[in-house]
C-alpha cells in the first residue's frame, strides 16, 4: 500500500505563496501518476493539478498560472507550489494517485488558509 502524508499548509495573505509537499511511502512512487486536489468548506472536493510518470502536468482552470506541480521521484515526493493566492483557494488539500482519488481513498491533508 501507499501512503501519502502531506504538509506545508498553513494561513498567508492574499498574494502571498506557499509550497505544499507530500512525501509518498512505497517502492513504486516513480512509476504512479500523483495529483492534488482540496476542498473548501461546504463544498466537494475537487481536482487541482496531476502530473504523470513522465512529467506531464495539468491543472484545474482556477489555478493554472498560479500553480506548480512536480515531482522528486529520489525523494518519493510530489510539491505544488501555490502562488498569487486568493481567498478561494482556502481548502484542505490532498495528494493522491488519481486511481486511488476516483475510489475514494484519502489521507489526512493539509489546511491551506487565505485571508487578510
Known amino acids: 500500500q501507499v501512503q501519502f502524508v502531506e504538509s506545508g499548509g498553513g494561513l498567508v495573505q492574499p498574494g502571498g505563496s506557499l509550497r505544499l509537499s507530500c512525501a509518498a511511502s512505497?517502492?513504486?512512487?516513480?512509476?504512479?501518476?500523483m495529483g492534488w486536489y482540496r476542498q473548501a468548506p461546504g463544498k466537494q472536493r475537487e481536482f487541482v493539478a496531476t502530473i504523470t510518470s513522465g512529467g506531464t502536468t495539468n491543472y484545474a482552470d482556477s489555478v493554472k498560472g498560479r500553480f506548480t506541480i512536480s515531482r522528486d521521484n529520489a525523494k518519493n515526493t510530489v510539491y505544488l507550489q501555490m502562488n498569487s493566492l486568493k481567498p478561494e483557494d482556502t481548502a484542505v488539500y490532498y495528494c493522491?494517485?488519481?486511481?486511488?482519488?476516483?475510489?475514494?481513498?484519502w489521507g489526512q491533508g493539509t489546511q491551506v488558509t487565505v485571508s487578510s
Open positions: 493522491n494517485t488519481p486511481g486511488r482519488a476516483i475510489r475514494g481513498s
Open positions: 512505497g517502492s513504486m512512487f516513480s512509476s504512479y501518476a
